[in-house]
């Protein structure tokens, strides 16, 4: 994979208009749903993007999808591979049976065992290693290398990033007329392709990031005005342990006003709260924007303020909630 | 409250087609979710009529809405009174808010702190009493007798009845090729009302009761072809430990063909297994149905069966789950 740094390399809106095309016969167009309590209590007008209710239960299948998509029938026949421990990895093995590629997941041994039954059951070949990003990469690259397999990476790539943003485009194809727009960071394919799309859709919208303050990678870079990697991340938002990726920060350093960070106490709250009024699971990194609602400047905001916010997915494990 | 309790007393669909006209500006037009994953496993065609999506957290805020809708002006200056411990209680707060009546609800003393607080957020005011049937009727009858306000029983009564129906109306006029539909069994307002609406809008289609093992007095009264009363109950499906209502009995022995039993252990396995798949939260009750398509007649049809199931609620306290 060429990994573009620069800005000048960085995704355009055609791009994402090409992805939903190219996504349309095979992701969800998720519902935008409203809660008549939820707004009460928080004093906005806020509408949900249900990627909890994407294939594969996360925003992932869109870019996953995407870059399978875009391999060729030579390529596709080589298969593909990547390494997650997370909702990409069962968004690979989906889009790649969507394909008829076959799918490698390196995932660290002792990964989740949900995780690991959804790879297998969308068709996915499990490959274990070391707990490590070295190891993860190692193994990801010896399946190339022995395979032809080809890697598609979890965040860090341009076709992740165009898929990612087809969702921000169909949020505000349904409500045009939205203030703001919201979304999860974690390595920033999704918060990078909703930059994009919201700013080509709606060029005055504002943007924001909502961080767990226990990974706040994003939020430190956004204060220095340069990637800061992640040194450790402890948060029960699961998704969002990664470090922001190369391609990703300087998309999100242009596009956003502001990265938001939440506590984890707050986060399982408004994860509660939100599970009682709407009937939908959504998972800890879901919850993040919707905690941050709860904080400057979205609390002292007029209530006629329309926010979207996109919730990333609804993958939970049943027995270890985290209240 | 005049109770009748012959079949030539009971609901036309046009008081159906009546209820939803009247409740068309309050109650939410839920939706009508399917799942990939759920149909491969159960090897049917499967339309879950999504009540847990209802406003108040269940089907019950039709009934609810349209026997308050059915009051004169005078008579809602008095007031409307019921008692219930469970989703019927909010659903009429909600509804007589609507129409701008004062809710009174007689809850057994040690209710679930999480129902009474619903009851209270609609602007309900809760009476308490002590836990037994014969303290609940004599202490809404003496809300009744000291305040004139009036009596909206739990199931057994035609407008309830009524606005109940208009879920499956809902269901057939989104999926008219249906070849069976489903919904759980307590009281009956909810299955009665799906009786006379299904069998009205398309004659040949199949009806089925589901029914927990542990309240099993719609399933004894099938067998005997004559009502008995519930004994005891021991299930974990909150919602369906009453007996079946005088005016609701001989509409469901007349409408459904069969009623399907399902043990706690399978209740709460088809529950979570909804869960994980569609990331909608359902209460055991709802579960009742999604569990009897495992057992017979439902395992052994063909893959083309469309079955509709009305998912009853989603009202569960996220600290007391049953797994």
Same mark, same amino acid.
């Given at each position: ?46 509408? !949900? ?9 996360? !925003? ?38 969507? !394909? ?121 870079? !956004? ?101």
């Amino acid at each position: 994979m060429n990994q573009p740094n620069s800005v000048a390399d960085t995704i355009s809106i055609d791009q994402i208009y090409q992805a939903a095309v190219r996504i349309g016969g095979h992701a969800h167009r998720t519902p935008v749903v409203t809660n008549r309590t939820f707004n009460q209590l928080s004093g906005l007008q806020v509408f !949900f993007k249900c990627e909890n209710l994407q294939r594969t239960g996360s !925003f992932k299948f869109r870019g996953a999808c995407n870059a399978v998509a875009m391999l060729s029938a030579a390529q596709l026949t080589h298969g593909v591979v990547t390494h997650s421990s997370g909702n990409h990895a069962a968004a690979i093995a989906c889009a790649a049976r969507q !394909f008829g590629a076959r799918a490698t997941v390196v995932m660290p041994a002792g990964s989740n065992a949900v995780k690991k039954a959804a790879v297998i059951r969308y068709g996915g070949k499990v490959v274990e290693c070391e707990n490590n990003e070295a190891a993860r990469i190692a193994t990801a690259d010896k399946v190339v290398r022995e395979t032809g397999a080809n890697l598609i990476p979890p965040f860090d790539d341009a076709r992740i990033i165009a898929g990612q943003g087809t969702a921000a485009l169909e949020l505000l194809d349904e409500v045009p007329d939205l203030d703001i727009v919201m979304a999860p960071v974690g390595g920033g394919g999704l918060i990078a392709g909703t930059c994009i799309a919201a700013r080509a859709q709606k060029p005055g919208i504002r943007i924001f990031a909502a961080e767990p303050e226990g990974a706040n990678d994003a939020w430190q870079s !956004f204060q220095k005005q340069e990637r800061v990697p992640l040194q450790s991340a402890n948060t029960v938002a699961d998704g969002l342990r990664t470090s922001l990726g190369l391609l990703n920060w300087p998309i999100i350093q242009a596009g956003v006003e502001d990265i938001v960070t939440v506590s984890d106490v707050e986060i399982v709250a408004a994860m509660r709260q939100f599970w009682m009024l709407t009937k939908l699971i959504i998972e800890p990194s879901s919850a993040v924007p919707v905690a941050a609602l709860q904080k400057p400047p979205f609390d002292g905001m007029d209530q006629s303020t329309k926010i979207g916010i996109i919730l990333s997915g609804g993958n939970v494990d049943p027995d270890h909630l985290p209240w």
